[in-house]
């Protein structure tokens, strides 16, 4: 079963400040998925990557394979920013398999 | 596109009780539909892969006899807990891979269900 490591836990940085969230996994995947949740609980989609970088407006997500590892970044960050963000592998590896998820980062952007 | 509903999203219970949690995918057929908990201040954990039309399949230290899971159709899926007691209080989620894009991984996923068992 594949295990993820996220780092940092926690995170306070101020408004404007480039965030970067790091991600590590033990099992070969097939894609890696970047998740941000509320304090509400809800669940929103970032980023599905398997190799490279993605970008979608501020947020930029690049991965390596070989390595294991991905970072989430957060150009010109703001306090609507502030939320849990979580990194998650399938299970095994596989395309078909439920997720594993990191613990997850609690981001904190002060205006 | 790709919008997993679930209801209720909100719901308090007495301890035996029994609760039925429902997913639905709205704008997509989905194959396979996942059911995830997360308790206060931990991480999400998959308790169960739902594929229409067959068994789930339980991760394990979930108990099938407790939360059953049903996928009748392409469009929904239902996780009813089963005798409550106050430890099942948790956030359930569930995710849904659409059929359409089958190999593709992506997984979307419900606002999800605040269980409370007093």
């Known amino acids: 079963k594949n295990e993820v490591e996220q780092s940092p836990q926690n995170l306070t940085a101020q408004e404007g400040e480039f965030i970067t969230i790091n991600c590590s996994y033990s099992?070969?995947?097939?894609?890696l998925h970047w998740l941000q949740q509320h304090p509400g609980g809800g669940i929103v989609s970032l980023f599905m990557?398997?190799?490279g970088k993605k970008k979608h407006g501020r947020l930029i997500a690049t991965i390596n394979i070989q390595e294991k590892h991905s970072s989430l970044h957060i150009t010109a960050s703001h306090p609507r920013d502030s939320a849990v963000y979580i990194c998650?592998?399938?299970?095994?590896?596989?395309?078909?398999?439920?997720?594993?998820f990191g613990k997850g980062t609690h981001l904190i952007i002060q205006p | 596109g790709a919008v997993v509903s679930q209801h209720p999203s909100r719901v308090i219970c007495k301890s035996g009780t029994s609760v039925k949690i429902e997913c639905r995918s709205l704008?997509?057929?989905?194959?396979?539909m996942f059911w995830y908990r997360q308790f206060p201040k931990q991480s999400l954990m998959l308790m169960a892969t739902?594929?229409?039309?067959?068994?789930?399949?339980?991760e394990q230290g979930v108990e099938k006899d407790k939360f059953l899971i049903n996928h009748a159709s392409l469009t929904l899926s239902t996780l009813t807990v089963t005798s409550a007691h106050p430890e099942d209080s948790s956030f359930y989620i569930c995710?849904?891979?659409?059929?359409?894009?089958?190999?593709?991984?992506?997984?979307?996923f419900g606002p999800g269900t605040r269980l409370t068992v007093l």
């Open positions: 995710s849904a891979r659409s059929l359409s894009r089958t190999g593709s991984n992506e997984q979307f």
């Open positions: 099992v070969g995947i097939s894609a």
């Open positions: 990557l398997s190799s």
């Open positions: 998650a592998v399938p299970n095994s590896g596989g395309g078909a398999d439920g997720l594993t």
């Open positions: 704008d997509f057929q989905a194959t396979t």
């Open positions: 739902s594929n229409e039309g067959s068994k789930a399949t339980y």
